[in-house]
């Protein structure tokens, strides 16, 4: 079974820029996270989509992070404009209601903001 | 206070020896447990859930207290490839939230 996707896996931006990330979860899974780990930190959840729609966005700042789900399948995560405090990894996960409340995450996307 | 709290570390400890880690949540209503284990620059991945009555998987034993809060798991007999950092996960509500902590570096060497 293919695991959950993500690209890039690097991006370097300068502070002001706007980046993308894009996600493919796992066939079949309804639910889409988001997750910000900043270094020496947990994950913190960004956004929670159940099929497409948004389950939880408490965390997400609106000011400058947006995300979709437009087909309950894929997902875009889009910073815009980045700032210095934004360099981090980019952690996507999915599950299924089967799973045991079991996450699994793609392998991230590192960013980092100059 | 954090909802997750856990020691950073790191934990240095020599093979074959039994290593434990322990985590405080702040929710009352926290209705699943769970350690997750992340390698360095890797994505976290589910070690094993954690059951009122206790649970062990092979050389790792998980213990929750309600009443205290409070979670802990054991690892024995400690192998290299157990390097790595142990992440307090708690779930909250009911959409699948979940809450990680800080994480516990955890290093064994020869």
């Known amino acids: 079974e293919a695991g959950v996707a993500q690209s890039p896996r690097y991006k370097i931006i300068e502070k002001r820029q706007s980046v993308a990330f894009w996600c493919n979860p796992i066939s079949g899974h309804a639910t889409l996270y988001w997750y910000q780990q900043i270094l020496g930190q947990g994950p913190k959840l960004l956004i929670q989509?159940?099929?497409?729609?948004?389950?939880?966005d408490s965390q997400l700042p609106k000011d400058r992070f947006s995300a979709e789900r437009l087909k309950g399948v894929d997902s875009t995560l889009k910073i815009q404009p980045a700032k210095l405090e934004d360099s981090a990894v980019y952690l996507c996960a999915s599950s299924s209601p089967q799973g045991r409340n079991e996450q699994f995450f793609g392998p991230g996307t590192r960013l980092t903001v100059l | 206070r954090k909802e997750v709290e856990q020691d950073p570390g790191p934990f240095n400890v020599p093979e074959g020896a039994t290593v434990a880690f322990n985590c405080t949540y702040s929710n009352s209503a926290s209705q699943s447990f769970f350690w997750y284990r992340q390698d360095c620059r890797k994505e976290p991945k589910l070690l094993m859930s954690?059951?009122?009555s206790g649970n062990e998987d092979g050389r790792f034993t998980a213990q929750l207290n309600r009443a205290s809060q409070y979670i802990s798991l054991l690892i024995r007999d400690s192998k290299l490839s157990d390097s790595a950092t142990y992440l307090c996960v708690v779930l909250t509500g009911g959409g699948n939230k979940l809450t990680f902590g800080t994480g516990t570096q955890l290093k064994v060497e020869l």
């Open positions: 954690v059951y009122s």
């Open positions: 989509f159940q099929n497409n729609g948004v389950v939880d």
